[in-house]
C-alpha cells in the first residue's frame, strides 16, 4: 500500500512542481518578444535544476519512491518536450526534430517497460543524461533566440539541439541493445 509519505515527500513535491510549470509555457511562449523569451528561459532553466535537487534530497535523506521514480523522468519529458512542442509553430524549433526526439522517448520507456514487468531494470544511462543535458541547453538558448551579449542565441541553441538529437539517437539505440542482449540471453 502507497502511503501518504511516499507521495508527498519534498523530492516528489519538487517533481510535481516541474509538472505543474508546464502551463506556464503556453502562456509565455504566447508572446515571445525578447523579454519574455529571457523571462521564459530563465524560468525554463529554474525548472530544470529542480531535476538535480529532488534527486539529490531523495538519495541522500533516504526518500527514493517508487511513485517519483515513475514521475521524474514523466516531469523532465512533459517539460523538454512541451517546451519544443510550443517553440514549433514560433519557428525556433524544427518539428521533425521534435518528433525524432518524442518517437524516442516513447520507445524508450516502451523498452524500459517491458524490461521491467520481466524483472530487468535498464537503469538511465550516462548518454541518456548528457542527451538531456544538452537538450536543456538547447531549449534555453532556443527560448532566449535573440541576440545576448553580441552571441547569437538561436545559432547556438540550434548547434547544441543537433547534438541533442545525435544524443538522442545513439541513446536511444543504446537501450534497444542493452534490451535485445537481454532477451536473447533468456
Known sequence: MITRREIFNLPNTITLMRIGVVPFLFVLLLSPGKFWSLVLAILFVAVSLT???????????????????????????????TAMILMIPIGRVPAWITAITIIRDLLVDWIRSASSSEGFIIQASLLGKQKTLAQNIAITALMIHYSIFSIDAHAVGMVILYIALGLTIISGVDYFIKYYRYRAGK
Open 51 to 81: 531535476d538535480l535537487i529532488d534527486g539529490y534530497i531523495a538519495r541522500k535523506y533516504s526518500l527514493v519512491t517508487t511513485i517519483g521514480k515513475f514521475l521524474d523522468p514523466i516531469a523532465d519529458k512533459l517539460l523538454v518536450n
